[in-house]
């Protein structure tokens, strides 16, 4: 009796959801193979075009295929979910509400503000000047709070 449970301690279990356990391990360990197929509610493996709709956030995961959505078992989400909301935070996309810190050079003179996301440049004589120049020029945020005879210069910074 001794001797078999010896062997059963040897033998690795195995996974009682394995496609739950691939799919989990995939989004983790290649999240690059992963996009958005339709924003904010199914993601899809690239190599393979296997779509997961994802879109209700309290862990309710299904296949997509040709014409209905495959619900997963409530133990399958339960081990893709974590994964998923990993993929998710990683992939987040939208504004910050924090501009991209821009790089200010003096010129002959003159100051100018650019930064590489952005296509504009602001000018002013001051550094704050340009500063302010090209957050206009990126931020509605920004305009609304500047004052409305305030004269900005901005160019394109574009060739």
């Not at 879109?55 to 974590?82: R, V």
């Not at 790089?103 to 503000?113: K, L, M, S």
Request: net charge positive; aromatic share 12%; proline share 8%.
């Amino acid at each position: 009796m001794k001797i078999f449970d010896r062997i059963r301690r040897r033998v690795p279990a195995t996974p009682r959801y394995p496609e739950a356990e691939r799919i989990a391990a995939s989004l983790r360990d290649h999240p690059g193979d992963w996009a958005w197929a339709h924003k904010g509610y199914t993601i899809t493996h690239v190599p393979s075009g296997f779509k997961l709709w994802v879109a209700n956030g309290q862990g309710h995961l299904a296949e997509c295929t040709e014409g209905k959505d495959i619900n997963f078992s409530k133990p399958e989400q339960a081990i893709i979910w974590p994964a998923v909301e990993g993929w998710l935070a990683r992939s987040k996309v939208g504004f910050s509400g924090r501009p991209a810190k821009p790089r200010i050079t003096r010129f002959e003179g003159c100051y100018f503000c650019e930064s590489a996301q952005h296509p504009w440049r602001g000018f002013g004589h001051t550094p704050e000047n340009a500063y302010w120049s090209w957050l206009a020029a990126i931020s509605v945020q920004a305009r609304k709070r500047l004052p409305k005879d305030l004269v900005l210069t901005v160019w394109s910074a574009k060739p």
